[in-house]
C-alpha cells in the first residue's frame, strides 16, 4: 500500500498523504517514565471507569492488509486484532481484549480503524497501590513499540479515554470506504446513479490513471463495496450495460452481482463518532 494516512478519530478528510509502509522504531516505555513526568506536572487523565484502575481508550490504527487474514482473530492465523492483543498485553504485562468499529477481509487495507480496549494499570512494584490510567500518549508510543517489532505493518495513530460503556461498534456515526482501480476508459455517469440509496453516499472520481469509488454510511452490508465496483467496472470495461445493472439490482442477490473486486484495491478510509 502506497497511500496511507494520519486521521484523528474525528476526522472527515478523505484525502491521504503519502506515509512509509514501515514504522518507525521508538523507544521501550515499559518502566513508564512518561506516566512519571504527567503526574508530577499534574497533567493526568482522571479515571472514565468505577475501577479507578482501568480506563477504557478509543484507539484509531493504520494497516497494510497484505500479510493479514483479516481484522479478526482467528486460529494460527495472522490478524489485526490478534496482532493488537499481543502488543497490549507486551505493553501492561496482562491479556486484553480489542473490539474493532468495522471488520476488514484478508487483504483490505485500513487508513483508520478504530477499536477500543480496556486497560488495568498495576504496579510492579506495589500491586495494591492505585495509580491513574495511563496518558493517551504513553499508550499510543508504547503499544507502536511493540507493534514495529511485528512486521511494522500496522500503526496506532490516535488514542483517546472514553467513558467506560462507549463501544466502538455501536457508537460510530459514518464509515467510510474507499476503493482503487485502473481503467483505461471512463465509466459512464448513469451507472453510479443507479446503485445509489438513501442511505448510501457514493461518488466516483479519477486520480491520475485511477478511478477511487468512495462510499460513505454508518454500516455496510458484506461485501457490499467489493460488489458495486465489481459492477461499475464491468460498467466500464463494456462487459455489462446499464440494462444489466438494473437487473443485478432488481435480482437483489449477491450471486448476480459478481465478479466481486478484489480485496486488495479496498481501504477503510475512517471512521466517525461524536465526541465531545
Do not use: W
Amino acid at each position: 500500500m502506497t497511500e496511507t494516512a494520519k486521521h484523528s478519530l474525528d476526522s472527515a478528510s478523505a484525502e491521504s498523504p503519502t506515509r512509509p509502509s514501515k514504522i518507525s522504531k521508538t523507544q521501550d516505555f515499559r518502566d513508564h517514565d512518561d506516566d512519571d513526568e504527567l503526574l508530577e506536572s499534574g497533567v493526568v487523565t482522571k479515571p472514565m471507569s468505577p475501577n479507578p484502575r482501568l480506563q477504557r481508550y478509543l484507539v484509531a490504527i493504520e494497516y497494510i492488509g497484505t500479510r493479514f487474514s483479516g481484522s479478526q482473530k482467528q486460529l494460527n492465523c495472522r490478524t489485526v486484532v490478534g496482532v493488537l492483543e499481543e502488543a497490549f498485553h507486551k505493553f501492561i504485562g496482562q491479556p486484553v481484549s480489542v473490539s474493532l468499529s468495522s471488520r476488514t477481509d484478508a487483504g483490505v487495507h485500513a487508513l483508520s480503524n478504530v477499536c477500543h480496549v480496556d486497560v488495568e494499570r498495576i504496579s510492579k512494584r506495589k500491586p495494591d497501590e492505585v495509580l491513574p490510567p495511563h496518558e493517551p500518549v504513553v499508550v499510543r508510543r508504547a503499544v507502536n513499540h511493540f507493534l514495529q517489532k511485528n512486521e511494522g505493518d500496522i500503526m496506532v495513530i490516535d488514542v483517546q479515554c472514553v467513558p467506560a460503556d462507549f463501544h466502538a461498534r455501536f457508537k460510530a456515526q459514518e464509515r467510510t470506504k474507499h476503493a482503487k482501480f485502473l481503467l483505461d476508459i471512463m465509466i459512464s455517469v448513469p451507472s453510479g446513479r443507479l446503485v445509489v440509496s438513501e442511505d448510501l453516499g457514493f461518488g466516483i472520481r479519477r486520480r491520475h490513471r485511477c478511478f477511487v469509488v468512495t462510499a460513505r454510511a454508518r454500516s455496510f452490508l458484506y461485501h457490499q463495496v467489493r460488489l458495486l465496483v465489481g459492477v461499475l467496472k464491468s460498467v466500464g470495461t463494456g462487459d455489462l450495460t446499464i440494462s444489466d445493472v438494473e437487473r443485478v439490482l432488481n435480482a437483489k442477490s449477491v450471486m448476480a452481482a459478481s465478479p466481486m473486486a478484489p480485496a486488495c484495491g479496498l481501504y477503510l478510509g475512517h471512521v466517525n463518532y461524536d465526541l465531545p
